[in-house]
């Protein structure tokens, strides 16, 4: 971009001369650094709008910034990814970083490392990973070159910071409400186990475990069941089919993921089953498509935007150099209970 005069490009030197502050003030705010004032980023950020001021992307690329922040996201079907995205943005507003996203299947682990690779390849200065399917391994390789934060799976690591939710603490929200409806028979509809990924704590794992773990406590262990069908509406459908044509259908059914449950509300009304009468049911994420009133889901919130807000702060530390320790931020859940579970009739 010209200067007004249009004889030359507006520099990050005539900003820094404009606002009457050092060249270091100005790349601080372009980055959104700690440490400066409110009084010196209005300052700066009135200096660049009088200059017209932009950063030249591939001058910072030369100088081994490109201010370009990749994410990772197994769906873009999943309304939760779309809470988390909300929250980047809102912490990436007002920087000088751009956003840029790769989706792929949560099972296409080849297809996820090449997406993860071209974001390096094209010296993007941060990765939000978000459930990878990659390989851990891999992740723990490139984390070490590219600053990273893997949101959603437990497995430490100093390479990588960590943004989760206390799946345990989500999950016995969701069995002791249903437990305190009447309910004994509930079944839970998770996600596959991706082969190969070396994650011995994805979110689904601590899920799963969780679910026994509550049955367990309201005596109901012989009861639970779970269905590996997929967080998706078809993985929904799938699992939901298979409980409720079973020879014990349950009365309650635990969807890992809103938009599973989507699936389960197909696979009812295809059955004549009436949701609350007939079938009680939960999500988890408590995404925009749980408020629906036609949906009117109970779901387990994970406060998804401050999860992006978080995992994008962090990344900003990590690129600003905070090589020293790994973090792990966690949310905590709450119970948001709508029209989708009853009283179990006669209980």
Aim: zero cysteines; a neutral charge.
């Amino acid at each position: 971009m010209q200067a007004a005069s249009g004889s030359k490009r507006v520099t990050i030197t005539d900003v820094a001369r404009s606002a009457g502050v050092s060249t270091s003030a100005v790349s601080k705010v372009l980055t959104n650094a700690y440490g400066v004032s409110p009084a010196m980023r209005e300052r700066v950020q009135a200096a660049m709008a009088e200059l017209g001021y932009r950063p030249h992307a591939a001058a910072r690329g030369m100088r081994g910034r490109t201010y370009t922040i990749g994410v990772l996201l197994a769906s873009v079907r999943n309304a939760f990814y779309a809470d988390l995205l909300d929250g980047v943005n809102a912490t990436l507003r007002g920087t000088e970083y751009a956003l840029f996203i790769g989706s792929s299947s949560s099972a296409e682990t080849e297809e996820q490392t090449k997406l993860i690779h071209a974001m390096v390849d094209r010296q993007m200065d941060g990765l939000i990973l978000v459930a990878p399917a990659v390989a851990r391994a891999e992740v723990v390789r490139i984390a070490a070159d590219v600053p990273t934060v893997v949101v959603g799976h437990h497995d430490p690591s100093p390479a990588y910071d960590r943004v989760v939710n206390q799946d345990g603490a989500g999950v016995d929200l969701i069995v002791d409400h249903l437990v305190a409806l009447g309910h004994r028979d509930i079944a839970h509809v998770s996600h596959p186990t991706v082969r190969d990924s070396q994650w011995e704590q994805r979110p689904e794992h601590h899920v799963r475990a969780a679910y026994r773990d509550a049955m367990a406590r309201h005596g109901l262990a012989d009861l639970a069941r779970v269905v590996k069908s997929g967080y998706s509406d078809e993985g929904g459908y799938r699992g939901a089919m298979e409980l409720l044509t079973s020879t014990r259908p349950p009365t309650a059914i635990f969807a890992g993921a809103d938009v599973a449950a989507t699936g389960v509300f197909r696979a009812a009304a295809e059955l004549g089953l009436r949701i609350p009468e007939d079938l009680s049911l939960t999500g988890y994420n408590n995404t925009s498509i749980a408020a629906l009133t036609p949906v009117s889901l109970t779901s387990v919130d994970q406060a998804g935007a401050m999860m992006g807000e978080t995992a994008a702060r962090l990344l900003l530390e990590r690129i600003e150099k905070r090589r020293d320790r790994s973090v792990v931020m966690a949310s905590t859940p709450r119970l948001v209970t709508r029209g989708s579970t009853a009283p179990l009739s006669g209980a």
